[in-house]
């Protein structure tokens, strides 16, 4: 079992920046590939980013050039670095762990951008 325990939302003006954080628990972190995603009100859960325990990152188009993860294996803690965020990613981000068939989802940070 991985316990996903995610922070860092909030509201933030268009433009402003956010960096959300996802500490899992356990031993295994740096051979997990994680990723974060996002649903919005009346959407589908989708993915916004995804890096491998080697480091291999993959964006969604919506996030490239603007958002950047990254992680620290030492803390067991994967980030999400958003830049010039848009009304439009107002959602519910979900910190996401895998290895081959484990899954395990965070409880989700609200990320709002409202003037």
């Known amino acids: 079992q991985v316990l996903l325990v995610e922070s860092g939302g909030g509201l933030v003006q268009p433009g402003g920046s956010l960096r959300l954080s996802c500490a899992a628990s356990?031993?295994?972190?740096?051979?997990?590939?994680m990723a974060w995603y996002r649903q919005a009100p009346g959407k589908q859960r989708e993915l916004v980013a995804a890096?491998?325990?080697?480091?291999?990152?993959n964006y969604a188009d919506s996030a490239q050039g603007r958002f950047t993860i990254s992680r620290e294996n030492a803390k067991n803690t994967v980030y999400l670095q958003m830049n010039n965020l848009k009304p439009e990613d107002t959602a519910v981000y979900y910190c996401?762990?895998?290895?081959?068939?484990?899954?395990?989802w965070g409880q989700g940070t609200q990320v709002t951008v409202s003037s």
């Open positions: 890096i491998t325990s080697g480091g291999i990152t």
């Open positions: 356990g031993s295994m972190f740096s051979i997990y590939v």
């Open positions: 996401f762990s895998r290895l081959v068939k484990e899954t395990y």
